[in-house]
């Protein structure tokens, strides 16, 4: 009974710290969200508005045109990571030569800071000089007009290619260690029964692999919803509003306009999805 | 069914964990000390030495109004500024050691990048009040901020007589003036003198002339194109400036006496169509450079012509920055073509701010009498010896339309340029809502650069323009 009461002690200094870092500014944000206050017109909060901040965010059409970019965002990075991550497993599991190096080498787009990442691909993108864009005028010439940064579509697409291309190999990774999983007698069967390579992919080796993707799904999920430093670096939300994500709307609200009490309104809004998709992912963590 | 013990326990180790992570990824910004980066904070003998002792700092007299007996000896000044390579801020960066030395007050450069700066200024004077105590801004930036600010004429009487007018009026709030102008550009525009001339072209004056040049340049084969623009959202509405001096050259403005929008009038659609369409004859990629990019596309011989800020000269003529042929052949002109309307170019100028919660506000303003004091205002821009901190930036009539500055040992008749362009130079509108209306016409902007409609962007941006206008009462 005393051993269980002391290693409670030993937790509260960290508890602490968390209760001021996290808890209490989250509380902040809550009271902030049903205030008035524009910062650059009052240095102190203003009255309190009831949910006025809330029900601006449901009937203002750029917040529903940032909810509609990220929703896109993230079905595009989500795709894209998983079929290049099912690409790699599939491809790396045969590999046997330095296949730790591989796998090694895979961790390493993910391991690149996103400001990294932006920057790059901004610069490799630029046209008429960038690498990227040389690349893509040789391969389709017919798009050699198009100005991949400054066009509404593809814009946005080449946001999430930094951070597909650094997913992609890490879902990659994280199938193989599911494939390798797979009982290799399941295959033999298979093989032993006349089955092509591509119907045991994918009547055996998809639903084996199907808890792993929707965990992958959800991990994507949670992080690609929270896009910032990408469109920061690559478009600042531009051309227009073509890229601007919800957490970039949302600073942009916050430390542009410098309302804080909207800003608060819509933090609260993207943390309640946040949530939501958290206890998702913890409830299938748990069920697996 | 796990004990309701272990779970605890599983879910506060795991809340540590990933909490340590995020603090251990979170570093608090130092203040960077004085030689930060690129700054060598070495004594500089700016000050002329009239035979009175000025470093032992008594009580003897100290030029430009510094208070003698070091009163305020062991202060920590922190300012903060942008753009640690800025020729300018390098100048200053190097006087730091000498200024100490007569005052006993330590200057900290805090360097932060121009997009955030007034994010910086803000969130530092909400939530940490007293961290810093000098700052300068843009002067756009000025109604917004001044509730962070205590006006200089708090402070010290003010001698605006040698400054333009239009930077004086700039960093005039509600007739009270808030900074003296430490920074100040006027527009001008620069071009190529050995391209126009082989292709048998004048220096373009008007819209039509910028247009037929720009094309002329673009079509002919020597891997150029006519004219760089910056249309990109960069934030701080910096996108609007080069657009606003094409409104009022057109002879038009962006808002009338009442901040009505006159920016999407037909004369005004008329002007950001001509504007929108010199981008035919631009770098491909021009609706996505800013300001820096068109600069330096400029300077790497991408494009003929570009509207930039007098200071871009400083670029333009630095072999480190820009090609041999671009530091040969750029000539320029504080002359806006002409659309209409006129010619006289847009000025800015960026004025110095006291903190209102600064703890060492007489001190802060000490700092301030240095960094504006005539003598380094004129050999800033009179010593040319190292490139990374020869200016052409000089806030001072007396300074531009100096002989040393103008010797072509200096700047060779440019500054004398300037200081002709100040006279009819016309200040950019300056209003308490610039933060929401600036995003909302830099995203029409941007739109119009990825091919919207110019009547249909600049009509929807006014609209809101109105709202955000009527939500702040202003009528």
Redesign the interface.
């Known amino acids: 009974m005393r051993n ?1 009461n002391v ?1 409670y002690l030993f ?1 509260l200094p ?2 602490l ?2 209760l001021v ?2 808890i209490v500014p989250i509380f902040s944000v809550v009271n902030l969200s049903f205030q008035e206050w524009i ?5 102190t909060p203003g009255p309190y508005i009831g949910f006025d901040n809330y029900i601006k965010a449901l009937t203002d059409d750029d917040f529903w045109n940032a909810v509609t970019i990220t929703l896109a965002y993230v079905v595009i990075v989500t795709a894209f990571s998983i079929a290049i991550g099912m690409f790699i497993a599939v491809m790396v599991q045969r590999v046997t030569f330095l296949s730790t190096v591989v796998k090694t080498l895979l961790i390493f787009p993910f391991a690149i800071s996103l400001t990294l990442r932006g920057y790059s691909f901004r610069f490799m993108l ?4 960038g690498v990227l864009d040389k690349i893509l005028d040789t391969v389709s010439p017919w798009t050699a ?1 198009v ?1 991949w ?4 579509y593809w814009a946005l697409f080449w946001v999430a290619v930094p951070t597909f291309w650094a997913w992609g190999p890490l879902a990659g990774l994280m199938l193989l260690g599911a494939l390798n999983n797979i009982s290799t007698e399941i295959f033999e069967a298979a093989s032993l029964d006349g089955a092509s390579r591509w119907r045991t992919f994918w009547n055996i080796t998809m639903p084996l692999l199907r808890p792993m993707i929707f965990v992958l799904v959800l991990l994507i999920t949670l992080f690609s919803i929270r896009m910032f430093d990408l469109v920061l670096t690559m ?8 890229t601007e994500t919800l957490n970039f709307f949302i600073y ?1 609200i916050g ?4 309302n804080m009490g909207y800003a608060s309104a819509l933090a609260m809004l993207l943390t309640i999805v946040l949530i939501f998709l958290s206890y998702l992912y913890s409830r299938v963590l748990i069920t697996e | 069914m796990r004990k309701p013990s272990t779970l605890i326990t599983r879910w506060i180790v795991s809340l540590l964990v990933v909490m340590s992570f995020a603090l251990a990824a979170c570093g608090a910004p130092a203040d960077a000390p004085a030689d930060s980066g690129n700054v060598d904070a070495t004594t500089d003998t700016t000050a002329e030495d009239d035979g009175e002792s000025m470093a032992d700092g008594d009580m003897e007299e100290l030029p430009y109004g510094l208070q003698p007996g070091k009163p305020y000896d062991g202060t920590d000044l922190t300012f903060l500024i942008c753009c640690p390579t800025a020729s300018q801020f390098i100048v200053w960066a190097d006087s730091v050691a000498e200024f100490t030395e007569l005052t006993g007050i330590n200057v900290n450069f805090t360097n932060d990048p121009l997009g955030g700066l007034r994010e910086k200024i803000v969130t530092e004077s909400l939530g940490n009040p007293g961290s810093w105590d000098v700052t300068i801004y843009f002067d756009t930036w000025g109604p917004s901020l001044a509730g962070f600010l205590d006006p200089i004429e708090e402070f010290m009487d003010v001698d605006v007589s040698d400054y333009p007018p239009a930077t004086i009026d700039i960093a005039t709030l509600d007739d009270t003036l808030y900074g003296i102008p430490v920074r100040s550009h006027v527009m001008m525009f620069y071009y190529r003198e050995d391209v126009l001339e082989e292709l048998g072209l004048e220096v373009p004056t008007t819209f039509e002339e910028i247009t037929a040049a720009a094309q002329a340049i673009s079509e002919a084969d020597n891997g150029m194109e006519g004219i760089v623009m910056n249309w990109a959202k960069q934030g701080g509405g910096i996108s609007l400036i080069p657009w606003t001096n094409v409104l009022r050259a057109a002879g038009t403005d962006m808002f009338d006496a009442d901040f009505r929008p006159t920016f999407n009038s037909p004369e005004a659609i008329a002007a950001t169509e001509w504007y929108a369409n010199l981008l035919n004859y631009a770098p491909a990629a021009s609706p996505t450079y800013n300001e820096g990019d068109s600069r330096t596309a400029y300077a790497n011989g991408e494009a003929a012509m570009v509207f930039a800020w007098s200071w871009a000269y400083e670029i333009f003529q630095n072999p480190e920055a820009s090609t041999e042929d671009v530091v040969a052949n750029t000539g320029y002109t504080a002359n806006f073509p002409d659309g209409g309307g006129g010619t006289a170019p847009v000025a800015m100028a960026w004025p110095t701010g006291i903190s209102s919660s600064s703890k060492n506000k007489e001190a802060a303003v000490e700092w301030i009498k240095w960094l504006t004091n005539e003598d380094m205002d004129l050999q800033a821009i009179s010593v040319k010896d190292d490139p990374s901190r020869s200016t052409v930036v000089a806030n001072r009539l007396s300074s531009l339309s100096s002989e040393a500055a103008n010797s072509p040992d200096a700047n060779d008749g440019f500054s004398q340029a300037m200081f002709e362009a100040y006279s009819s130079a016309t200040a950019l509108p300056v209003y308490l809502e610039f933060p929401e209306v600036s995003e909302i016409l830099e995203t029409a902007l941007s739109e119009i650069a990825a091919g919207a409609d110019v009547a249909e962007a600049l009509n929807a941006a006014a609209e809101d323009v109105d709202t955000v206008m009527q939500e702040s009462g202003r009528y």
């Open positions: 269980s290693k937790l960290g508890f710290v968390i870092t996290t910062v650059t017109r009052s240095p630029l046209e008429g000089q007009d100005l940064l400054g066009h509404p478009t600042f939300g531009g051309p227009g509003r073509a942009r430390f542009k306009i410098f």
